[in-house]
């Protein structure tokens, strides 16, 4: 027994030693962009980047100057990563101005409106490509880091640029749930608007006639709205001769991996090609303990607590609308915890504690939480998914609409207008989902399901990610529809050639049948005259 404890001594350091070697060979150098630096986009792409480095990975985050000084703010593992930070063209003054305009236009505007500020949008996401791309430092800092994969926001489509720049594989992580459009083309996938909702378009699975008409003019918008934001991309591509041959459009499509957060437990059922990792849930964690004036606040209330958030840029609305918040809040007989900026409420009720932050998810974990009152983006729903929070959904713009539909969808949270939204309707809400216990126990439900699973949506990416880089892309499931030109994958030319067979076999018969009864005519004239 002596010897062989004599043994393992000496033979333990060596195994050590091995798979430390080994670790490190298996190592890969990840690159990766979440928006500018801040908020949704920035937390979901970091949540895959933590899980790359707690497996060995080099993550390096691409993000702005906006936000370089408070990328870690409200972020526990920004001390995880390399930072490369590019001078950006845009001030963060004009971002957050533009956040305001979406936000008012989505309450006080029309369509029209929108489009304008969403083309102001796609012009400064435009000024912060080429902000990257003609900053020398960091293009020489990326070309000397040799990265193995890159990971980047579809909804930046500069990355396929810097992708091709750096000539490295890459994966687009969709923040939102599947685009309809988007992925039609981006990934060539089938798609049918008679039962797939598209984004923004706020339906349900099952639509009327009505519905289906407007989902397919949606779709139709958005596949033209995307392919006119590319040209600007293209022309950036040849100034700075960056594989000018190959089109933005093209460049996308060569993603070797695309993460969406989407998870079938919330959305639709559709088709997805197989290079499609749906991730949804990505911020979802278990809670932590929450601080001593929070704590104190949350169990000071018999009937437990309610979170009232409308997210980091929603939360500012005008003073009519705070007041009809406070009035709603004021008459129910649990605590609230309210996320708001700006100008407070006239009178703020003595059951609510108003924050400028709060911790979302600890709080939605907190047995004492009975509701999310919630403008619905994406990464709250899957929070108070995970923990079993019912929601009531007050969606403002873009895909919070889509969201909400799935939370009405799947009986977990009722669904309010914000633009006729009165006190007695949103107190009539509440006092509805928290006295039918069917919200709760859909929710519950739900949550089971979405937490039986035996990797995170985190490993689950990182998985995907380490595989690509492992193998340099993952070329062998990429659909040959990608090849094909728009003629070929709409069988343009095999239905033209179908038809044409149809239309010559039936002149032909019918130029035969005339020439026969014609023959057959002229001989019976002929022998009636004889």
């Keep these: 027994m002596k010897n062989m404890m004599m043994s393992l001594d000496g033979i333990l350091p060596q195994l050590f030693l091995c798979f430390y070697s080994l670790h490190s060979v298996c190592a890969y150098d990840f690159l990766i962009h979440g928006a500018d630096g801040s908020g949704s986009h920035y937390y979901v792409a970091t949540a895959i980047g933590k899980e790359l480095v707690y497996r060995g990975n080099n993550v390096t985050i691409l993000v702005s100057d906006m936000y370089s000084n408070s990328s870690s703010k409200h972020d526990d593992n920004s001390h995880l990563f390399d930072f490369i930070v590019y001078k950006s063209m845009v001030t963060e003054r004009e971002y957050q101005d533009l956040m305001t305009r979406i936000v008012k236009t989505a ?14 949008g796609n012009v400064l996401i435009f000024d912060q490509c080429k902000s990257v791309l003609v900053d020398d430092a960091v293009i020489r800092r990326l070309q000397h880091q040799k990265f193995d994969f890159i990971i980047g926001d579809s909804w930046w ?6 992708a091709q720049l750096l000539d490295t594989p890459f994966a687009l992580l969709s923040p939102t749930a599947v685009s309809m ?3 039609s083309q981006v990934n060539v996938c089938p798609t049918n608007p008679a039962y797939i909702p598209e984004l923004v378009s706020g339906l349900d699975t099952k639509m009327n006639f009505i519905e289906r008409v407007s989902n397919t003019v949606i779709l139709s918008m958005n596949f033209i709205a995307y392919r006119l934001c590319l040209p600007p991309y293209d022309q950036l591509k040849v100034d700075l001769n960056i594989k ?8 996308l499509g060569k993603a070797e991996l695309f993460f969406v957060n989407t998870n079938f437990v919330l959305d639709f059922s559709r088709p997805l090609m197989p290079h499609v990792v749906p991730v949804g849930g990505l911020t979802t964690k278990p809670s932590r303990p929450l601080n001593e004036e929070v704590e104190s606040f949350v169990q000071s209330s018999e009937d437990g607590v309610i979170i009232f958030s409308l997210g980091g840029y929603c939360s500012i609305t005008e003073q009519p609308m705070a007041d009809m918040f406070a009035e709603a809040l004021s008459q129910v007989s649990q605590n609230v915890i309210w996320k708001r900026r700006g100008k407070a409420p006239q009178r703020i009720p003595s059951n609510v504690k108003m924050m400028d932050y709060i911790p979302q998810n600890d709080l939605l974990g907190h047995p004492k939480t009975r509701l999310l009152i919630y403008q619905c983006g994406i990464n709250g729903v899957f929070e108070a998914l995970y923990h079993g929070v019912p929601i009531i959904c007050i969606p403002i713009f873009l895909d919070q609409f889509d969201n909400a539909q799935r939370v009405v969808s799947r009986g977990i949270g009722l669904r309010l207008d914000i633009k006729t939204l009165t006190s007695k309707e949103l107190l009539d809400a509440i006092n509805t989902v928290l006295g039918d216990e069917s919200f709760k126990s859909n929710m519950e439900k739900l949550s089971d399901i979405f937490r039986d699973d035996d990797k995170t949506p985190a490993e689950r990416a990182a998985d995907w990610a380490e595989f690509a880089a492992r193998h340099n892309g993952t070329k062998h499931l990429r659909s040959a529809a990608h090849d094909l030109t728009f003629m070929q994958y709409h069988l343009i030319d095999v239905w033209a050639f179908i038809i044409g067979c149809i239309v010559l076999f039936l002149g032909l018969l019918i130029t035969c049948c005339w020439l026969t009864l014609r023959l057959l005519c002229g001989s019976s004239i002929k022998i009636k005259k004889d």
């Excluded at 309450?107 to 102001?120: A, N, Q, R, T």
């Excluded at 489509?157 to 810097?162: D, E, K, P, R, S």
Aim: proline share 3%; glycine share 4%; net charge negative.
């Design 107 to 120: 309450l006080y505007g029309d369509m029209i409106s929108m489009i304008k500020v969403l083309e102001l």
């Design 157 to 162: 489509a500069c990355i396929a640029l810097v």
């Design 181 to 183: 459009s988007l992925h």
């Design 244 to 251: 000018p041959e190959i089109s933005t459009y093209e460049a």
